[in-house]
């Protein structure tokens, strides 16, 4: 795809933003002095870091990559992703981001378990540990494999070495950095971000001949079905809804943003603005994908590098080597993201509690290593799991088997007892994963299983120990 010098060029432009991240972290480490400076940034970021933080989390690797690669060969149908997603954004904005402020502002919180052990108990901390831990070990594995497939493109690297490389480099600039660095490098990331695929998107419209030259090209092979919205199945639209999407509700890094804040209003305007934008994103990546083939006509081609066939065929390269610092922003501002949230439900839900006396400098010492541990799962994740979107998807539908239903009747039902929320926890996930174990009997989705049973044994637990109380009196 590129010839011995440009390769040249995209490794040394590769390996100088490396460095300059990784040094602006060793920066920002000595301002990160306290174990809240390292998890939620000290609770006093401002408007426009927070949007740009919101957005550079927001669009991953998997975003720009793996959106794309499904919109060439799957269609348009799959903008079902994102219809389903600012659906729950706009029920995130609308209904739980201040009652989750005035909860963190209350009571210091750092982590989605501090909310669970406040409403359910102290043994309601391990099982939402594994259930974060599920999906942010997995969504960090998928960028490891987005920083894998950018070096053996662009560098001719190996996979599996691309793989150990970009673990290696996204580990050391999390551990120094903490939350502070990573805002701060949203700023830059979402900046690139957003310029840079509006860019694509305009360059693609110009060159594919817009709708028209696409449509008659779909017609010509007899495929039209692709150019439509509705070209996906209600069992599809149904997994993305109930993985991807109601994640939103249960996302740690979400929830931390929040808190991280400087006020409820900087929170709300932030998030609602982001949201936007990254949902934005998200749809001209699938758009890409689909005009990619059918308005570019670019065809023999692995779908898992339409990103670099479509910027070769539309920018000179020295553009193209713009666009390879586009996508390589998607992939960090994300991981780091993915890794810090993961290991704030280790050293908050797990060291805290059994070790309370440890100093603020312990503790943070503690985050630091907590870093270490998720990244090295998500590292055997990205080793053994093929698929981005699908590693994804199985990532959040764990957290949500187990969280989204005593965390959503816990927040709007008083009854929900503390045994239903802990039971409905566990029996969600562990349903949840033996199904994903044993491979998807029946052809269903481990969500549509972990979650109804979560839902289940919640109001079950409940009506029964209301039922023996009123009996008992």
Sequence with gaps: MFNGEERIILSVIVFVYFVFLIVLALYMNKKTKTYEDYNVAGRSVSLFPLMLTFIGTGVGGSTLLGYMENGYSLGMGQQWIHITMFTCISI???FLLK????LGE???MVTIGDYTTLRYGDAARIPTVISILFSYCAMSGTLFVSIATILNVTVGLDVTIGIIIGWLLLTLKTYFGGLKAVIWQDV??????????????????RQSGGWQGASEYAASAGETGMLSVMNITPYEILIYLLTLAVFQFVRQDLWQRVWAAGSLKTARTGYWTSMVIAVAIGVFAVFIGVFGKYGLQIENIDPVLIYYGVIGEVFPFAMVVVMIVVLLAAVISSADSFMLAGASSIVNDIVRPNFPHYSSARMLLWSRLSVLIISLIGLVLALTVQGLVNLMVTGTAMAVSGLLAPIMFGMFWKKATKTAGIASMWGGLITAVIWQIAGHPFGLHPIFIGLPVSILILLAVTFTAHKNETVGT
């Design 92 to 94: 995130f904005a609308l």
């Design 99 to 102: 009652r989750i402020r005035s």
């Design 106 to 108: 209350e009571h210091k």
């Design 188 to 205: 830059i990331h979402g900046t690139i971000l957003v310029i840079g695929t509006i860019l694509m998107f305009a360059a693609v419209l």
